[in-house]
Structure formats: C-alpha cells, structure tokens
C-alpha cells in the first residue's frame, strides 16, 4: 500500500526524512540544536522543517523516486530526476535536448 506524504504526521514526516538521510550516509544529528551565527549552520529542526516542505511540495517523480529504482544493481548508475532543466545539460552537452 502506498502512502502519501500528506497523510503523514509531523513526526512520521521526521522519521522519513531522518531514515532517507541515514540511507545517504547523512547525520543531521552533527548539526547543532541551536543556531550558531557564526557558522550559519542551520540547525536540526530547521533541516527538518525544509525537508518536509520538500517531501510534502515537490512533483512525484522526484518524491517518489529511489536509487536503482527497485533494482540495487543500478542503484549507483542511476541519478534523481532534475525536477528543472539544469546546467547539467550544459556539462553533458546536452543543451537544448540535443
């Protein structure tokens, strides 16, 4: 059964968030609590706070997706979709869809 991420609660919006960073090898607990103006570090609750307005506002292609795609053979091969058209495009040479 497939949930939406509307559905969720706050703090089941904040486990999916902190288990994905997990499976990326990221550790917001190595951000501080507290906001450091020296650094401009954003604190925990506030990359908490971005990510779920990500999950919750973005198209589904890019909430939706997952490395390899269900296969973990390609799950280093394959990139996230580019939700917008990106300088990529130029890196690849791909501009203009050529």
């Known amino acids: 059964m497939t949930v939406g991420p509307s559905s969720l609660s706050t ?6 968030v902190v288990a994905r960073l997990a499976i990326s090898g990221v550790d917001i ?8 103006p020296v650094t401009g570090a954003p604190t925990q609750a506030q990359v908490l706070a971005s990510l779920r307005s990500f999950v919750l506002n973005n198209p589904a ?12 053979a390609q799950s280093q091969q394959l990139a996230p979709p580019l939700e917008y058209p990106s300088i990529t495009e130029a890196w690849t040479g791909r501009v203009g869809g050529r």
């Open 11 to 16: 703090d089941q919006l904040n486990a999916f």
């Open 29 to 36: 607990n190595l951000l501080p609590t507290t906001p450091d």
């Open 61 to 72: 292609a890019v909430n939706g997706w997952r490395p390899g795609d269900g296969d973990p």
